[in-house]
Nanobody
Framework: VQLQASGGGLVQPGGSLRLSCAAPGVTLDDYNIAWFRQAPGKEREWVSCINRSDGRTYYPNAVKGRFTISRDNAKKTVDLQMAYLKSEDTAVYFC???????????????????????????WGRGTQVTVSS
């Protein structure tokens, strides 16, 4: 599936931004959708996922309470609402899709949540988010 991420931009620390993931001609309800991000010189890291089957959502501690993933049935998108943004949130954000009913969430040794990027084969072109004053 061809995914398109949009909505990135420049925002001040403490500000908000809403990203959207769309796939023209495709119903995203048929996929669990994840958002990842990649900062310069760093590995791509997972930031949110929404189940295909029941809409349950998952977040790592780094963004929990600040980021919210949701399905917008009217727009046929999966959105990532980001609030209380920090400079360390600066990255290129990607959405990814998988046909599995559930997000393949792992529990890390320090009891955080994670999803391996290798679980996803369908990726969109990223959108840049820059948090700076």
């Amino acid at each position: 599936v061809q995914l398109q991420a949009s909505g990135g931009g420049l925002v001040q620390p403490g500000g908000s931004l809403r990203l959207s993931c769309a796939a023209p001609g495709v119903t995203l309800d048929d996929y669990n959708i994840a958002w990842f991000r990649q900062a310069p010189g760093k590995e791509r890291e997972w930031v949110s996922c929404i189940n295909r089957s029941d809409g349950r959502t998952y977040y790592p501690n780094a963004v929990k309470g600040r980021f919210t993933i949701s399905r917008d049935n009217a727009k046929k998108t999966v959105d990532l609402q980001m609030a209380y943004l920090k400079s360390e949130d600066t990255a290129v954000y990607f959405c990814a899709a998988d046909e599995a009913k559930l997000c393949k969430v792992l529990i890390t040794p320090d009891l955080d949540l994670d999803i391996r990027k290798e679980e996803y084969n369908s990726w969109g072109r990223g959108t840049q988010v820059t948090v700076s004053s």
